[in-house]
């Protein structure tokens, strides 16, 4: 299927949930959906036998800046050979995103990576820890006002 | 050798003295050379060159160096560690191999002991070395070393009987204890030798001897005490300077008596392959070191060769394949002389 | 004593240690977690019953340093020290990526010059896999044969741009230099070279029984599992998905070349196991070689440098564009703002997907076999870390 | 039962196999050199230390923004009409004092990225690649032809004439009746440290 009819599929079974279909004028198509609802989204995009999104190529956390977080899913299907690109908004001051995890397994460590890098919690998580970062340093690097700290544990930071 | 000692000094220390030191004339020699040869050896088969600098020729001094690196090298104890223990282990361990030397027979005229219980003495001595290796492990108080050390013992003795039967297979034919009776059996042509008796069964005795002493000596492939990319350095990991140089001299010393043992029971000892040429105390001591040399080597060339077994594989060799082939060798030798 | 046993220890995960129990910290310094990488495992004895994976040792921060490049080209260096094993297919991934926001299309030479270039590169990765495998099992020798003809990869490299690790050798709309004369023999010469050695490493490695016995049956990943955790590249394949980038979903010149993607089989024991991970790379390795010789012997002439940009200033946009990197899917989400630095670059790595099976596959089995699987993974931690 | 014995048969024989290669190998001459004293010859591209040729300068910072680490770390000072720096080899006619160029190798990551928009080919990559020192900053590679004191004297007269045009222009202005601050300063020029970095 093309990104089109996919997102066409989606839009007519969750129709609140989808809140852009753009795929013309970008390089890479794509679906924005809302977030309280990602999950059955998810599932469905799972499960559903024209669908069989079974592998979860990449999960990227972004700060757009000016108080926007996102979150985009490379997904696709080892069995129909199609992709969809899925983008989920969300505001800086309460970043939070149903997990994924237990309907891809794969997103287990990029979200705790998108939570530790770019502080996007994803409600539902089975091991909500830092991945990269030492487990108890504060802030959230990638964000694009993120400050680096002058110490950490007495050892100076900014080389 | 005994008698000539006794001529001259007509002392008991002076000659149990005199014998008993004169294996560490040969061990501290062969350690520093046989550490080279394993670094060539092993450097030769992997396309490389290994230490060329230090001495000149191809690095001939380099363990010479690297010996007096390690006296100068600061002993560290860890502070969690059982001091005591941690430092006697080491020497445990050494004096376990080095025992193994008092009955080895380097030629007609020089055995330290000419007791004749030697075999049952090496076998038995060689065992102490598994009360140092478990000191070592536990006193480091480090959990790779227990590790280690659990494995050490678990695989030294249970390869322990594998060992011990197919040397049962040898007493039967020689139908005696005593390492010396054993050589003077095997004397003249080189088809007197053991291990071309009774064909196939000491052969296969022979191959189950030296399989589970590589498994005694901690040799790859039955390394796994020491395993490098398991557990860092098995029970040696919290040791340095010194205590780890007397743990390798340890391996490489253990490494030559088994190879003695096995030249002395199988392969005539210090008996020349041809009969009266080239015979005689000296020339035994010459044929007797070159064999064991000789099995030095292919235990080198195997440690470059092969991968390593895991835990329960190793189990599974000694108990399953080399201790049921052993009684099957037993049994094969006995009902040849009984027929 | 009784203090512990008030105090049961939990595991970083907050699982209550039983009382036989005991957590053995495998790395960050250790010979064979290849690199930094802290295996926290739960022992019973010999027997491993969870293993806790803590990674970041190695954290460099590449994305934020990719934000703050005055350009796309700078990243390039960066990404070249993602997987300092392969970085001529890091590069690859990057520059396909940029040229894809950029909508540019380069001429024909590059693209076999990046083809012949990645696959030499794979190869070169692959022998550090495979003899770093060995290296894990405790075959020291195969090690050291696979770097010798690594070398004469990486002279290969180093006589085409200057470096024998980290290239900087794509750029975006082209390669740095051409081929230098003389590239072609030698590079064929290379191919004919290398194909007998491969029986070699057969003969001392693969095909040895007690690696075998190490490595067969031992760490199975069920083509399911593999594909829910994402993994990619020939720990995929060694489990029997038959599925390739370079061919499924083709890029630069790939669909030119006729080659076969390696799947494991379970000759030796199941499908999935750490020996078919193994023989999938080494089995890759003759056909990366026969891509190679199809592509010195298709090279078009041109020029090389004549589609390079002289500013790279892509519309506002994204793109995740994924290639075959030596270790699997390579991708790289990039978000640009119109301004000439990227907004936002993820590397999405195949290492950190195929390491976070690891807990999956290693429940149960013994600590020797814990090592055989980490290695089977082939996990470069510069990628897994980035 | 009969799985046991091809087992150990097999196991034997691959054992065997390993043992004929390793042994056959022990005859093959090595394939390493013994390095100091034999050296492999560098190919024609190969990328090492860095060297600036200071003649060809004109102190255009391009390999400065190139560089992906910012090592290389240029500080420039605008000529006056009146002084004659020469040209370079390319006959670039030089237009700046170049009172800085210090790259700092220990960070160079040798990605060669400095040496393409380099206008007059300066900046290169060279052959030597035996560089280590014991003092860190020993690795801060002063390329300032420049001595202080001539710096010093560029900077002084570059002041004084600063100061003149600022009050020229001062007069300007006040001639047309318009108060207007005097220029700022150019950044970067006061810094005491510039090329007084010890090579």
């Known amino acids: ?159 | 050798m005994e008698q000539f000692l006794r001529n001259i000094f007509d002392n008991d220390f002076f000659v149990y003295g005199i014998i008993g030191i004169i294996p560490l004339v040969w061990i501290i020699p062969y350690a520093l050379f046989v550490i080279y040869l394993e670094r060539k050896v092993s450097a030769h088969m992997q396309d490389r060159l290994g230490p060329m600098r230090t001495g000149g020729w191809h690095g001939w001094s380099q363990t010479i160096a690297d010996m007096l690196k390690l006296l100068q090298k600061e002993d560290i104890v860890p502070a969690a560690a059982d001091k005591k223990l941690h430092k006697i282990a080491p020497f445990v361990i050494f004096i376990g191999s080095y025992a193994a030397y008092a009955v080895i027979p380097f030629s007609s005229q020089y055995v330290g002991s000419n007791i004749s219980l030697g075999l049952l003495y090496v076998i038995a001595i060689s065992s102490l070395a598994v009360v140092g290796i478990l000191m070592a492990g536990w006193a480091s108080n480090n959990k790779w070393s227990l590790l280690g050390a659990m494995r050490a013992v678990a695989q030294i003795v249970s390869y322990e009987i594998p060992t011990i039967l197919s040397i049962l297979v040898v007493v039967m034919i020689a139908g005696s204890l005593n390492l010396q009776d054993i050589n003077e059996m095997q004397s003249g042509w080189f088809w007197n030798w053991f291990i071309f008796k009774n064909f196939p069964f000491v052969f296969i005795a022979f191959i189950i001897y030296f399989i589970a002493s590589l498994a005694e000596t901690n040799r790859t492939p039955f390394d796994i005490p020491e395993a490098e990319s398991e557990l860092v350095a098995g029970y040696i990991t919290e040791y340095s300077g010194m205590k780890f140089a007397m743990f390798m001299l340890s391996e490489f010393v253990n490494m030559f008596a088994v190879s003695a043992i096995a030249a002395t029971i199988f392969f005539g000892g210090w008996n020349s392959p041809f009969g009266e040429f080239l015979s005689g105390p000296l020339w035994g001591v010459f044929w007797f070191l070159s064999k064991g040399m000789v099995f030095v080597f292919v235990q080198m060339w195997l440690r470059w060769t092969l991968p390593r077994l895991r835990v329960d594989q190793l189990m599974y060799v000694s108990w399953k394949v080399l201790t049921p082939w052993a009684f099957g060798c037993i049994i094969g030798v006995g009902l040849w002389m009984v027929l | ?386 | 039962m009969k799985k046991y014995f091809t087992d150990i048969a097999k196991a034997v024989w691959t054992v065997l196999i390993g043992m004929k290669i390793t042994l056959g190998h022990l005859f093959v001459p090595a394939v390493t050199i013994q390095y100091p004293d034999v050296k492999l010859k560098l190919p024609e591209r190969a990328r090492n230390r860095l060297f600036v040729n200071m003649d060809d300068c004109i102190g255009c910072l391009q390999c400065e923004m190139a560089c992906p680490v910012n090592c290389i770390t240029i500080e420039t000072m605008k000529s006056l009409p009146t002084d004659d720096l020469g040209t370079t080899s390319t006959g670039m006619k030089k237009k700046l004092w170049v009172t800085r160029f210090d790259i700092d190798i220990a960070k160079c990551c040798y990605c060669g990225l400095c040496v393409y928009p380099c206008p007059t080919e300066c900046i290169k990559m060279t052959e030597v690649y035996e560089f280590s020192e014991f003092e860190r900053n020993n690795l801060l590679y002063n390329y300032v032809t420049l001595t202080q004191p001539e710096i010093d004297v560029i900077k002084t007269k570059i002041a004084s004439s600063e100061k003149e045009q600022a009050t020229k222009k001062a007069a300007e202005a006040q001639a047309k009746q318009t108060p207007a601050p005097p220029a700022p300063p150019r950044p970067g020029k006061d810094d005491k440290k510039g090329g007084a970095q010890k090579t």
């Open chain 3, 1 to 386: 004593m009784t203090e512990i046993l008030a105090n049961p220890l939990l595991t970083s995960t907050g699982r209550q240690l039983r009382r036989e129990e005991v957590i053995v910290n495998v790395g960050p310094q250790h010979p064979a977690t290849h690199g930094v990488l802290r295996l926290e495992a739960v022992l019973d004895g010999e027997i491993v019953v969870d293993v806790i994976p803590h990674i970041g040792y190695l954290h460099r921060c590449f994305e934020k340093h990719a934000e703050s490049m005055t350009n796309y080209q700078q990243v390039v260096p960066y990404v070249d020290r993602m997987d300092y094993c392969a970085a001529m297919n890091m590069d690859f991934g990057y520059v396909l990526a940029v040229e894809k926001l950029l909508g540019i299309t380069v001429p024909e030479r590059v693209e076999y010059i990046r083809v012949i270039m990645a696959e030499l590169q794979r190869i070169a990765s692959h022998l550090i896999a495979a003899g770093t495998y060995g290296l894990d099992i405790g075959a020291w020798t195969p090690f050291l044969y696979m770097f010798r003809e690594r070398e004469r990869i990486l002279d290969l490299f180093e006589m085409t741009c200057g470096a024998r690790l980290l290239y900087n050798y794509m750029w975006v709309g082209g390669v740095s230099h051409d081929l230098p004369p003389g590239f072609v023999d030698k590079a064929k010469d290379f191919c004919s070279y290398f194909r007998p050695k491969v029986k070699e490493y057969n003969d001392l490695l693969s095909f040895n029984d007690i690696f075998v016995r190490r490595t067969a049956n031992v760490g199975v990943l069920p083509a399911k599992t593999a594909i829910a955790y994402g993994c990619s590249g020939p720990v995929l394949r060694g489990s029997g998905v038959n599925f390739d980038i370079r061919r499924d979903d083709p890029y630069s010149v790939y669909n030119r070349f006729e080659w076969e993607p390696q799947i494991g089989r379970g000759e030796r024991g199941t499908t999935g196991d750490c020996w078919d991970r193994y023989m999938v790379r080494i089995r890759e390795m003759e056909q990366s070689i026969n891509i190679v010789e199809q592509a010195l012997n298709q090279i078009p002439g041109g020029n090389v440098s004549s589609a390079i940009p002289k500013r790279i200033r892509p519309n506002p946009g994204d793109v995740y564009v994924r290639t075959e990197s030596a270790r699997g899917e390579l991708g790289f989400y990039i978000v640009s703002d119109g301004s000439g630095s990227p907004y936002r670059v993820k590397g999405r790595s195949p290492c950190f997907s195929n390491l976070s099976v690891i807990p999956e596959i290693s429940r149960g089995c013994m600590v020797a076999d814990l090592i055989a699987i980490a290695g089977s993974l082939d996990i470069v931690l510069g990628e897994v870390d980035r």
């Open chain 1, 1 to 159: 299927m093309t990104h089109q009819e996919i997102s066409e599929l989606l839009k007519q079974r969750f129709p609140d949930a989808i809140l852009e279909i753009k795929t013309t004028n970008v390089i890479d198509p794509f679906v924005k959906v809302s977030q309280p609802m990602w999950k059955e989204i998810a599932l469905f995009l799972r499960n559903d036998p024209a669908m069989q999104f079974d592998f979860l190529m990449c999960l990227s956390g972004v700060d757009y800046g000016k108080g926007a977080l996102g979150v985009v899913y490379n997904i696709y299907s080892m069995t129909q050979k199609h992709k969809v690109n899925v983008k989920i908004d969300v505001p800086a001051d309460s970043p939070e995103i149903p997990s994924v995890a237990d309907v891809w397994p794969t997103a287990n460590w990029h979200e705790r990576e998108a939570y530790d890098l770019i502080g996007i919690r994803f409600s539902g998580h089975p091991d909500p820890r830092r991945i990269l970062m030492p487990y108890d340093w504060e802030g959230h690097p990638l964000r694009k006002d993120y400050q680096v700290p002058e110490f950490y544990h007495g050892m100076k930071v900014k080389y």
